[in-house]
């Protein structure tokens, strides 16, 4: 191993938002959200901290997380600004219906107190905005939905029961 290489710090865990102090962040590393669920990738933090995220298992880590260094340090997690529509309903029923549209085409989808925010599409703007919701283009940081069927269990059918 080389000297360059022995000099790479290792990401090793992660420290939740609301469970560290972010002020005593060694560094910040901004992530869009495609960049933020990984196991294993080499960033470079804004103060010129490079580091391997090395993980057991890929993490969707999202803004204001930390990744702990085997330095001890911490690294907090920034979402990068994104073009996002924000959605919002005029009733709660509104609300669900448009959640389950969004769902049922597998896009993205960020709750955001009573709005929705999906990635900038025309397509899914138009069919929102024809459901009665209103959309507004806003720059933020993208943080959606963890996508649950990754830990789903395998489905099981092979032409039998197991006696259930």
Do not use: C
Not at 62 to 78: A, N, P
Not at 117 to 131: K, P, S, T
Not at 136 to 142: E, L, M, N, R
């Amino acid at each position: 191993m080389g000297a360059r290489e022995a000099a790479v710090k290792r990401g090793w865990a992660i420290r939740r938002a609301g469970f560290w102090n972010p002020e005593s962040a060694a560094d910040v590393v901004v992530l869009d959200a495609g960049d933020r669920h990984r196991r294993r990738i080499k960033l470079a933090g804004e103060r010129g901290t490079e580091f391997l995220l090395d993980l057991d298992e890929a993490v969707a880590l999202r803004d204001g997380d930390g990744i702990m260094l085997d330095d001890g340090g911490i690294v907090l997690v920034t979402g990068q600004r994104e073009p996002l529509a924000e959605i919002a309903a005029r009733t709660p029923l509104e609300f669900v219906r448009l959640a389950w549209h969004l769902g049922n085409r597998h896009t993205d989808v960020q709750i955001a107190g009573l709005r929705l925010r999906i990635r900038r599409d025309h397509v899914l703007e138009e069919m929102v905005a024809g459901l009665g919701a209103s959309v507004t283009a806003i720059d933020a940081s993208f943080d959606p939905e963890a996508n649950v069927q990754a830990s789903a269990p395998p489905v099981h059918d092979h032409g039998h029961d197991h006696g259930r």
